[in-house]
C-alpha cells in the first residue's frame, strides 16, 4: 500500500513537470492557452514587442498580439509555426506587408489586421494562405484595389474593407475573382447548393461617385446571395453635388475625354481695360483646368483664375486681367485635361495703345524694329554662373516701370536664324539654360518683350570639347565668354575663364599671347582671317578647352618662365 502511495505521488510530479516545460515555452509578457482547438499565444501587453518575435512556439493554432505598435511583418515571420490557423494582428502600427509574410502558412484560415496603417495589400502575398477564409482589413489606410487583388483569395467568405480611404475601383476587381466565377458558372447557379454565404463589408468609405465608378456600382447593385453585403448602403462622398447619396440612388455614365469651348475667340480692347476671358470645359471624370500664355502656364503676376461648376459635368473657368497692358497682348490657351485625354482652345487678345491704334504683335511672331522712344533702354547681362550641362544668365535693365515690364530670352545657335524664345515676367531677372551641346557656339540674348535683340542685349559664348577631362571635375561642360556684344570691350588676348583651375586659364593666356607674338610675322591676310570670329573660337578651344597631358603642361610651363625671365 505504501508502495501504491508512492507511485501516485510520483505520477502527479511528472505530469507538474511535463505541464510546466509546457508553459515555460511562453513568451514574456504573453499567455499561452490551450482548449480543443490546440494552443494559443495571446499577447495584449502595450508596446510588448518591437517586431514579431523570431522565438514564437511552433506548435501554436491561433496568435493574437495587439498594441505592440510595430510596423512590419517580415517575410517568412511565421514560417516557425506551420500549424498556424488563426493569425489577429490588430491594432498595431504595420504599414508594410512583404510579399512572402504568409510563407509556409498552408493552414491558415483567418486573418485579421484591423486598425493599423496599411496604405497598401501585397496581394499575390496570399498565394501562400490557399486555405483563407477570413479577412479583416478594416479601419486601415488603403485606397487602392487593383484589378488583381482577389485572384488568390478563392475560398474567401469574409472580406472586411470598411473604413479606409477606397474612392474608385474597378468592377473587375470582383469579375475577376475566381470565387465569384464560380458562382456565375451555369452548374454552380443554384446558391443552395454552394454553401455558406459570402460577406462583403466595403461601407464607409470615400467612394467618388463619378463615371469611374459606374462598372462598381452596377456591380453592387447586381449582387445576390450567397454574396451579401454587410452594409448594403454604401454612399458617396463626392463630388460636392452628390454626396451623401446612396448608390442606388445616383445614375452615372461613360467616361469622356473633354471638349472645350469658349464664346469669343478674337478680342480687341483699349489699354487700361478690365476683361475676363471664359471658357467652358465638359467632361467626365472632372477635367484639371488651366490657363497658359506663351507656353507658360498663369500662375498669378496681376491676373486671377478660377472656376467654378455650372453643370454636372461642365466647368467653367475664369481668367480676370483687371487693368490691361501693351504686354497682355498675345494668344491665351485654356486647356482641360482628364485621364482619357485633352483640349485646348485659343483666344486672340490685341490691345490697343491710347492713341486708339492696335498692334499686331504676339508672342512666338517677329516683332518690328523698336519705335526710338524705347531704342535707348539698356539691358546689362552677364554670364552669372555656370552650371553641370548649362550657364545661369542675369540681367539688369534700367526702367520706367519695372513691375510691368516683361522680357523675351533669345537662345539659340550661333548661324541660326530661328531662335528659342521664352517669355519672362516682371520682377524676374536671371534665367538658366541646360543640356547644352559640348563644342557648339551659343547665343542668347535678354530684349523687352516683343522686340528684337539689339546691340548690347546678347551674350555669345562657346561649349569645350574636351569631355574627358570635364568629367573628372563634374563639370561636362566649360564655358568660355567670348564676345560680349557692344557691352563689354572684350581687349584681344583676354579671356574669361570659369574654370576653377587658375593654371590652366594661366596656360591658355600664355599660349594666346603666343599667338599673338606669330601673328606679328605672319602675312596680312592670315592675320585677318585668325581676327574672325571663327577663329576666335578656334583659339578658345585650343587654348582654354583642349587641355594638354600632364607632361606637356609641365614643358609649357617652363618655356613661360624662360619667357617671363
Not at 185 to 207: C, I, K, M, Q, Y
Not at 470 to 485: D, F, G, N, S
Amino acid at each position: 500500500r505504501t508502495m501504491d502511495i508512492i507511485c501516485y505521488l510520483l505520477v502527479i510530479v511528472l505530469l507538474n513537470i511535463q505541464a510546466y516545460e509546457t508553459y515555460s515555452q511562453c513568451l514574456s509578457g504573453c499567455s499561452c492557452v490551450e482548449d480543443r482547438h490546440g494552443r494559443s499565444l495571446i499577447c495584449m501587453e502595450e508596446n510588448a514587442f518591437g517586431a514579431i518575435p523570431d522565438n514564437l512556439p511552433d506548435d501554436m493554432t491561433k496568435i493574437r498580439i495587439e498594441k505592440s505598435h510595430f510596423t512590419e511583418i517580415s517575410r517568412g515571420a511565421f514560417s516557425n509555426t506551420p500549424a498556424l490557423e488563426n493569425l489577429w494582428l490588430n491594432f498595431n502600427d504595420i504599414t508594410v506587408i512583404n510579399s512572402k509574410a504568409l510563407e509556409g502558412l498552408g493552414n491558415l484560415t483567418e486573418l485579421r489586421l484591423q486598425g493599423n496603417k496599411l496604405r497598401s495589400v501585397p496581394w499575390t502575398a496570399f498565394e501562400d494562405a490557399p486555405a483563407l477564409k477570413i479577412l479583416d482589413l478594416k479601419h486601415n489606410q488603403l485606397d487602392v484595389l487593383p484589378e488583381h487583388a482577389l485572384k488568390f483569395l478563392p475560398g474567401l467568405t469574409y472580406l472586411d474593407l470598411s473604413f479606409n480611404r477606397l474612392t474608385v475601383i474597378s468592377k473587375e476587381v470582383f469579375i475577376n475573382w475566381p470565387l465569384y466565377q464560380k458562382l456565375q458558372s451555369t452548374e454552380e447557379r443554384d446558391a443552395t447548393a454552394f454553401g455558406p454565404n459570402v460577406v462583403l463589408a466595403l461601407h464607409d468609405n470615400a467612394w467618388l461617385c463619378d463615371c469611374r465608378l459606374k462598372g462598381f456600382v452596377e456591380f453592387i447593385r447586381s449582387l445576390r446571395p450567397p454574396i451579401i453585403l454587410m452594409n448594403s448602403y454604401l454612399t458617396c462622398s463626392g463630388p460636392d453635388f452628390k454626396a451623401g447619396k446612396f448608390f442606388h440612388e445616383v445614375e452615372l455614365q461613360a467616361c469622356v475625354k473633354p471638349i472645350v469651348t469658349t464664346p469669343f475667340s478674337n478680342l480687341s480692347l483699349p489699354q487700361g481695360a478690365n476683361i475676363t476671358l471664359r471658357c467652358l470645359a465638359k467632361a467626365r471624370p472632372d477635367p484639371a483646368v488651366w490657363w497658359t500664355y506663351g507656353l507658360k502656364i498663369i500662375r498669378g503676376f496681376h491676373v486671377l483664375t478660377k472656376s467654378e461648376r455650372v453643370g454636372e459635368d461642365t466647368i467653367r473657368s475664369l481668367l480676370v486681367i483687371p487693368f490691361l497692358h501693351a504686354a497682355d497682348r498675345g494668344i491665351y490657351t485654356c486647356t482641360a485635361v482628364n485621364f482619357i485625354g485633352n483640349y485646348s482652345v485659343s483666344i486672340l487678345l490685341d490691345v490697343q495703345s491710347p492713341e486708339g491704334s492696335q498692334s499686331s504683335l504676339l508672342p512666338g511672331n517677329p516683332a518690328p524694329p523698336p519705335a526710338a522712344s524705347s531704342e535707348n533702354v539698356y539691358i546689362d547681362i552677364r554670364i552669372a554662373k555656370q552650371t553641370v550641362r548649362g550657364i545661369i544668365i542675369e540681367w539688369y535693365a534700367a526702367l520706367d516701370r519695372p513691375a510691368e515690364t516683361w522680357f523675351t530670352i533669345h537662345f539659340g545657335d550661333v548661324g541660326t536664324d530661328k531662335k528659342e524664345m521664352v517669355y519672362i515676367g516682371p520682377g524676374i531677372h536671371s534665367y538658366s539654360v541646360s543640356d547644352l551641346m559640348p563644342a557648339t557656339k551659343y547665343e542668347i540674348c535678354v530684349t523687352l518683350k516683343n522686340q528684337i535683340p539689339r546691340p548690347g542685349q546678347c551674350i555669345v559664348f562657346v561649349t569645350g570639347s574636351d569631355i574627358t577631362e570635364m568629367e573628372q571635375r563634374e563639370k561636362l561642360i566649360h564655358i568660355v565668354v567670348i564676345v560680349l556684344a557692344m557691352v563689354l570691350a572684350v581687349p584681344i588676348g583676354m579671356f574669361a575663364c570659369t574654370t576653377d583651375t587658375k593654371f590652366a586659364c594661366l596656360e591658355g593666356i600664355m599660349e594666346s599671347w603666343k599667338n599673338r607674338q606669330r601673328e606679328r610675322s605672319s602675312p596680312r591676310v592670315e592675320r585677318e582671317r585668325q581676327g574672325t570670329f571663327d577663329s576666335l573660337q578656334a583659339t578658345s578651344d585650343e587654348g582654354l578647352v583642349n587641355k594638354d597631358s600632364s607632361e606637356d603642361r609641365k614643358v609649357r610651363r617652363r618655356e613661360n618662365m624662360k619667357l617671363t625671365l
